[in-house]
């Protein structure tokens, strides 16, 4: 693994559009992002987490009205929901974003009025398809035909033929950096969804419209108060009004350009085509890296209204506790490709990898300690089976997960992760220490103290993951809390420096007790 990174990290989500409560897509990336976010500030790195709602635009406004409210009371609702899902779900963002804050509408007309300056906005007619439902405007090529032959976006959203004076942007001027710019190693991941953004733009980019004059619900366009500004252009603004822009900041200066961008793989064209254009007119760097990730499938089959297979986040989390869903969420789905999830998978996966492995290790490890060692740790000379697996778990917690966290790969740094774990319990097995006890007391603490180190190392590595049951356990490890980095795996003096201190191991408190399924939920109805 690579040495302790000092350097500015910043991390953003999609802002989510608040016309619906959160679904379980919207909890996953918020995870996926606390995790990169956690793993990278235990490396070392000041960084910089942001989320948040994107709250204009028709859809809402539409929305408002069939219910008979403000779009701004509408907005204040769905907003709180998301704000609540991170909480629960433990995700840790510095900044919670709205689109409707006052420094929001400032940023939003800073960058207009940069692009102005540079030339890329003229007021013309706009006539074409539009998606309310994507926000999004469709070439009559991109159209699909739905049953019945009406005409449907590539999503399968339904469009309407839209007339109205608007702003556009020459997105066309783009075409050469943009293509530059995808062709960048890195700059877009996974590399499908790179293939897929440069044959879009090879085949011509057309002007985009970027105001409207059919609501007002929006940001207003700076010296065009009868247009707001499309609202992507508002919303992908948010990744610098958290900065500060168009001030000169610190913050502005120290993280941007961004690190990541993780977003769903169906906005990957506004992210890395319309967003970067954008920077380049107003004269500002563009991120580092989007990583426009899968899909995750209620049982196989996307979640829709229709279906009535919509799953509400904080239900699992409630039923089968915040760190499970979050490991199960991490460990099931190769990241970048759509995975699946059922109750009975979460609990599945969870009482064999948490409960059955890992939470029994640690239970069996510092029980046997509380009871046949008084709890006193002792120093002590390991035999070469105790050096090869405090070896073997070193490499997995020190290297192996790190790496592969280091490019996303969250279930196959897991996977190490969990190897190391089996390593450890098959260990307990040839060793049995309950006998040793009888036989050989002195080799039974050496067993036990070995065991003890490992755990250590195994809690500090899956942090990111499972945050609050990994502090517990190095809690009741007495691993101070200022002891907990990566780069602490590499201190070998930790359990010397224990000792010393005279610590004791209490009776311990189950980590990941075994899940049940609900009764609802085996019924298929969570």
């Keep these: 693994m690579a040495e302790t990174d000092t350097t500015p990290f910043y991390i953003t989500t999609a802002i989510s559009y608040p016309n619906g409560r959160p679904h379980i897509g919207h909890a996953y990336e918020a995870i996926a992002a606390d995790v990169i976010a956690r793993f990278q500030r235990l490396r070392g790195r000041e960084v910089r987490f942001q989320t948040g709602t994107d709250e204009h635009g028709l859809k809402m406004a539409r929305k408002a009205a069939e219910q008979g409210r403000t779009a701004r009371d509408l907005a204040d609702e769905m907003s709180g929901y998301f704000r609540e899902m991170c909480d629960v779900l433990d995700v840790s963002y510095d900044r919670f974003i709205r689109t409707v804050e006052d420094d929001h509408h400032r940023a939003s007309q800073a960058i207009w009025q ?51 004076e608007s702003w556009f942007f020459r997105l ?18 996974p590399a499908s969804r ?39 252009v508002d919303a992908l603004t948010n990744y610098i009004t958290g900065l500060g822009f168009p001030d000169d900041t610190e913050e502005m200066r120290k993280f941007w350009p961004a690190d990541l961008h993780l977003i769903g793989k169906d906005i990957v064209r506004f992210h890395t085509i319309y967003w970067p254009a954008f920077l380049m007119s107003a004269n500002l760097p563009v991120p580092k890296k989007v990583f426009g990730h899968g899909f995750l499938l209620n049982r196989g089959q996307k979640e829709s209204k229709s279906l009535g297979n919509v ?23 190769a990241f970048g490709q759509d995975g699946s999830y059922s109750p009975e998978a979460i609990v599945t996966r969870a009482n064999a990898e948490l409960a059955n492995s890992f939470g029994n290790l640690a239970q069996r490890t510092l029980s046997m300690i509380a009871k046949n060692m008084d709890g006193r740790l002792e120093e002590f000379d390991p035999a070469e089976a105790d050096r090869q697996l405090l070896s073997l778990v070193g490499d997995a917690c020190n290297r192996e997960l790190p790496d592969a966290f280091d490019t996303l790969s969250f279930s196959t740094g897991i996977e190490a992760w969990l190897r190391a774990v089996y390593a450890c319990n098959q260990y ?26 490992a755990l250590r190392d195994l809690a500090i590595a899956i942090q990111p993951v499972v945050p609050g049951k990994a502090a517990n356990l190095l809690d009741q490890l007495g691993v101070p809390a200022d002891e907990r980095r990566y780069a602490n795996l590499k201190d070998s003096d930790w359990y010397r420096r224990l000792v010393m201190a005279g610590f004791t191991v209490g009776k311990p408190t189950p980590i990941f007790p075994r899940l049940e399924l609900p009764e609802a939920a085996a019924e298929g109805a969570v």
């Excluded at 991109?142 to 959203?157: D, H, Y």
């Excluded at 066309?172 to 991941?189: H, Q, V």
């Excluded at 097995?429 to 039974?444: G, N, V």
Aim: hydrophobic residues 35%; without cysteine.
């Design 428 to 453: 307990v097995d040839e060793q049995a220490p309950w006998a040793l006890r009888k036989t050989d007391p002195e080799r039974m603490k050496v067993v036990l103290q070995t065991l003890f180190m």
């Design 172 to 189: 066309s001027k783009y075409e050469k950096p943009l293509l530059d710019l995808l062709g960048t190693p890195g700059f877009l991941e």
């Design 114 to 164: 940069r692009m102005e300056a540079a030339g890329d906005l003229y007021l013309d007619r706009y006539e074409g398809w539009y998606s309310v439902r994507d926000e999004a405007y469709y070439d009559e090529s991109e159209l699909v035909e739905g049953e019945g032959g009406e005409k449907l976006s590539p999503q399968g959203t339904p469009v309407e033929w839209t007339v109205e």
């Design 311 to 333: 799953t509400n986040p904080l239900d699992l989390a409630e039923a089968f506790g915040v760190d499970p869903l979050r490991y199960f969420l991490m460990r099931e789905v």
């Design 194 to 232: 790179r293939n897929e953004m440069i044959s879009f733009v090879e085949q011509g980019l057309r002007d985009l419209s970027v105001s409207r004059t059919s609501f007002d619900w929006g940001v207003k366009v700076p010296g065009s108060d009868n247009h707001v500004m499309y609202v992507w």
